[in-house]
């Protein structure tokens, strides 16, 4: 190739570099946001699956002493039936 090939090939790669650089720059931003928000999302979604996970064991704890209030009850009702 002759020098004025490689000054056209290199001319036409720098072009369509520069034209190709400033989208490729706002991709890469919109990538940047895209990842902060999913990150953003993720730490959400851990949050509330923790809560999620304290609510149950406590929905759970009150179910326990509703059962065991049922219980007790169901004795004291027995108890009264056998002094009246």
Not at 55 to 65: G, M, N, V
Request: aromatic fraction near 6%; charged fraction near 25%; charge should be negative.
């Amino acid at each position: 190739m002759t020098p004025h090939d490689w000054i056209s090939v290199v001319s036409i790669a720098v072009s369509a570099l520069l034209a190709l650089a400033p989208w490729m720059f706002m991709v890469h931003a919109k990538l940047a946001v895209i990842a902060s928000r999913m990150v953003d999302l993720s730490e959400k979604v851990d949050h509330l699956a923790e809560t999620a996970e304290r609510l149950w064991t406590q929905s759970a704890q009150h179910e326990a002493r509703l059962e065991t209030y049922e219980v007790e009850l169901g004795h004291v009702a027995e108890r009264l039936r056998e002094i009246a």
